[in-house]
Nanobody
């Protein structure tokens, strides 16, 4: 049974930091590119950051670059998102995504964790 379970969300003041975690099970974690997405109220889900399975290369949305850091630990089947200098516009539900980029392509999603940045 495939599971992606996010944790670490919460309420934080502007300028603060949070670390999100995604625990994976039920599939070969190291073979999947892993990403964080977010969705704010009334907005479409957007890609925040991706870390590749092959070489660990990362990509970030321009809105979070230099503030967020994505990482993964294949030995623990976990992915992380270290968020710093948080802004109110970072408020959203953050989702963990696992993407198999070879054939047949498919993806798994977590249930999401709420991040609220407010004073």
């Amino acid at each position: 049974q495939v599971q992606l379970v996010e944790s670490g969300g919460g309420l934080v003041q502007p300028g603060g930091s949070l670390r999100l975690s995604c625990a994976a099970s039920g599939f070969t974690f190291s073979s999947y590119a892993m990403s964080w997405y977010r969705q704010a109220p009334g907005k479409e889900r957007e890609l925040v950051a991706t870390i590749r399975s092959t070489d660990g290369r990362t990509n970030y949305a321009s809105s979070v670059k230099d503030r967020f850091t994505i990482s993964r630990d294949n030995s623990k089947n976990e992915m992380y998102l270290q968020m710093s200098s948080l802004k109110p516009e970072d408020t959203a539900v953050y989702y963990c995504n696992a993407q198999y980029v070879s054939w047949p392509q498919h993806a798994f999603w977590g249930q999401g964790t709420q991040v609220t940045v407010s004073s």
